[in-house]
């Protein structure tokens, strides 16, 4: 115990006087290094150590002329029994291995549990994608993940700048293409439907394009333009078009205001079903072909290998995929 005592003191010497005299330059140090040193430690055999480590028994030995070089030490001398360590090989052992510990534990992925997760996820999406969505997500989160908490903002123009900031984890919409450092994953694809009021005179006869087009209508925005949507560009190829009379960009509020006037309101379709168990509404196949779109999740490749973050990916993906239009309300 004295020995290996006295040994430390003079490694812990050592290392103080080339700080003192010169500042290690780690750039100039092959790391590769020290892996050889601690199989020549444990093995004290360079045939042996050059096996352990995959390096042929002369480029070992070259490896040990370098380790002396940077330790200013012979570090291993030729006995009858092996190799033995000098006391400066003795009093780097036990720091080398730590040292070498906490670099493998450094590359290696961590290890990961949905449960010991703390903290607030923030999802940008407009208002009708966290009643289709988040029902789904946050029951999973309660039942895997208790510790985390969801906070959903506002989309914006600055989406793709708050991602790289993590300032947002994650983007739900639809979105044409992802930019240049983004990742986008399909969810769900959606149609449209039509809603009006229970009792909306509509419903008395078949309601084809032109009566339609007649009809006071509502008109989702998130932009904030009111013309060149998809339903009007539909009637412009038909010679027709309609009268907007409410321009809003809440999904969930513009249906209440149906289910007390006389306005029609083209939205997606889940959410329409949605809101028919909710509301006085009935759901309406349009009159004109509306397309199919795609709504997707989008992510900065910043985080695309964080182990949490694709746990998270998986948990939306999971909630969309249950998602299904629902049958009408019994009448």
């Given at each position: 115990?004295?020995?290996?005592?006295?040994?430390?003191l003079?490694?812990t010497?050592?290392i103080?006087?080339i700080?003192?005299?010169?500042?290690?330059?780690?750039?100039?140090?092959d790391?590769?290094?020290?892996?050889a040193?601690e199989?020549?430690?444990?093995?004290?055999?360079?045939?042996?150590?050059?096996?352990?480590?995959?390096?042929?028994q002369?480029?070992m030995?070259?490896?040990?002329?370098?380790l002396?070089?940077?330790?200013?030490?012979?570090?291993?001398?030729?006995?009858t029994?092996?190799?033995?360590?000098?006391?400066?090989?003795?009093?780097?052992a036990?720091?080398?291995?730590a040292l070498l510990?906490?670099?493998?534990?450094l590359?290696?992925?961590?290890d990961?549990?949905?449960?010991?997760?703390?903290?607030t996820?923030?999802?940008?999406m407009v208002?009708?994608?966290?009643?289709?969505?988040?029902p789904?997500?946050?029951?999973?989160?309660?039942?895997?993940?208790?510790?985390?908490?969801?906070?959903?903002?506002a989309?914006?123009?600055?989406?793709?700048?708050?991602?790289?900031?993590?300032?947002?984890?994650?983007?739900i919409?639809?979105?044409?293409?992802?930019?240049?450092?983004?990742?986008?994953?399909?969810?769900?694809r959606?149609?449209f439907?039509?809603?009006v009021?229970?009792?909306?005179?509509?419903?008395?006869?078949?309601?084809?394009?032109?009566?339609?087009?007649?009809?006071?209508?509502?008109?989702?925005?998130?932009?904030g333009?009111?013309?060149?949507?998809?339903?009007?560009?539909a009637?412009?190829?038909l010679?027709?078009?309609?009268?907007?009379?409410?321009?809003?960009?809440?999904?969930?509020?513009?249906?209440?205001?149906?289910?007390?006037?006389?306005?029609?309101?083209?939205?997606?379709?889940?959410?329409?079903?949605?809101?028919?168990?909710?509301?006085?509404?009935v759901?309406?196949?349009p009159?004109?072909?509306?397309p199919?779109?795609?709504v997707?999740?989008?992510?900065?490749?910043r985080?695309?290998?964080?182990?949490a973050?694709?746990?998270?990916?998986?948990?939306?993906?999971?909630a969309?995929?249950?998602?299904a239009p629902?049958?009408?309300?019994?009448t």
């Amino acid at each position: 115990m004295e020995g290996r005592i006295s040994a430390g003191l003079a490694f812990t010497s050592c290392i103080g006087n080339i700080i003192r005299m010169r500042e290690v330059n780690l750039v100039g140090i092959d790391l590769n290094l020290l892996v050889a040193f601690e199989a020549l430690l444990d093995e004290r055999s360079v045939t042996r150590a050059a096996e352990r480590v995959g390096l042929s028994q002369p480029a070992m030995s070259r490896a040990l002329g370098r380790l002396r070089a940077l330790f200013g030490d012979r570090l291993f001398v030729r006995t009858t029994a092996g190799l033995a360590a000098t006391p400066r090989a003795e009093a780097a052992a036990v720091p080398l291995r730590a040292l070498l510990a906490e670099v493998r534990r450094l590359v290696q992925p961590p290890d990961f549990d949905p449960a010991a997760m703390r903290g607030t996820v923030r999802l940008a999406m407009v208002d009708y994608q966290s009643v289709l969505l988040l029902p789904r997500l946050l029951a999973r989160l309660e039942r895997d993940a208790p510790g985390l908490d969801v906070q959903v903002v506002a989309m914006g123009p600055d989406l793709h700048a708050r991602l790289e900031s993590g300032d947002v984890d994650l983007s739900i919409g639809v979105f044409d293409r992802a930019e240049a450092g983004l990742y986008r994953q399909t969810l769900y694809r959606d149609g449209f439907a039509c809603l009006v009021r229970a009792g909306h005179p509509c419903l008395h006869g078949p309601l084809g394009v032109e009566r339609f087009a007649a009809l006071r209508h509502a008109f989702l925005t998130t932009t904030g333009e009111g013309r060149g949507g998809m339903v009007d560009g539909a009637l412009q190829r038909l010679g027709l078009s309609r009268r907007i009379t409410l321009f809003t960009p809440h999904f969930l509020a513009a249906p209440l205001m149906v289910a007390e006037s006389d306005l029609i309101l083209t939205l997606p379709r889940m959410l329409a079903q949605r809101l028919q168990r909710m509301a006085p509404v009935v759901v309406l196949e349009p009159p004109v072909d509306l397309p199919v779109f795609t709504v997707s999740q989008l992510w900065h490749e910043r985080r695309h290998g964080d182990p949490a973050h694709a746990w998270l990916r998986a948990a939306l993906a999971s909630a969309a995929a249950d998602l299904a239009p629902l049958p009408p309300s019994p009448t």
